[in-house]
């Protein structure tokens, strides 16, 4: 049975992803493991990286596990196992996040992690709450959301993709922000698909599907 591991390495709500996720693959038969060892990660056949809190210390933490950042290059970078981040998990991808401080990213997706900066005061940082969602290009993974459909967002900073080309979806908080990244097997949301409900479960089953 093909596995799908969440990386646990001390960031993210677990739970309701893990449960998003195994509603997902329900009819998929693919298998939700919620891991962090190295060789579980490595051999994974598709990885997660969910992300809450400041890229500096979701780094730390992630460095943190011994063999966890090669295990998952093994896989992603190596093998091509098709790969999401979720919320800083995506932020992760970037090259360079600058908060707290230049904090270097994983560097999968060329660009700067940095805050959000709303053109009106009255719109509130950290930026919580459902927003639409435009789609640039056709991709497998929104292939099932409307254009405007909504998703849950909450943060603060968001990952400036250098590449265009690389951007699947946009949004906006008073200044247009990439919402979702995707390049060749990895992809990225700024969103929470596992509390975005029908759109979210549609946009996890998609992933579940893609391959890159």
Partial sequence: MPK????????GNLRSAEKALARAAADKGQEVIVSADPEIVAAADRLVLPGVGAFAACM???HGKDGLVPA???????????????????QLLGDRGLEFG????????????????????????????????SLPQPH???RSLPDGGHMYFTHSFVLDAKDEADVIAFSDHG??????VARDNV????????????????LLGDFLEWRP
Avoid at 175 to 180: I, P, S, T
Avoid at 187 to 202: D, L, T, V
Wanted: aromatic letters at 6%.
């Fill in 102 to 133: 230049v904090t270097p990213g994983l560097g999968w997706i060329a660009g700067d992690v940095r805050k959000i900066e709303p053109k009106s005061h009255a719109l509130k940082v950290p930026h919580m709450g459902w927003n639409a969602l």
């Fill in 175 to 180: 200044d247009r922000f990439v919402a979702a």
């Fill in 187 to 202: 992809a990225g949301m700024q969103f929470h698909p596992e509390k975005s409900q029908a759109n979210g479960i549609r």
């Fill in 60 to 62: 730390g933490l992630l």
């Fill in 140 to 142: 497998p993974i929104t």
């Fill in 4 to 11: 799908v591991v969440l990386i646990d390495y001390g960031s």
């Fill in 72 to 90: 998952m290059t093994e896989a992603v970078q190596k093998r091509g196992v098709p790969f999401m981040g979720i919320c800083v998990g995506m």
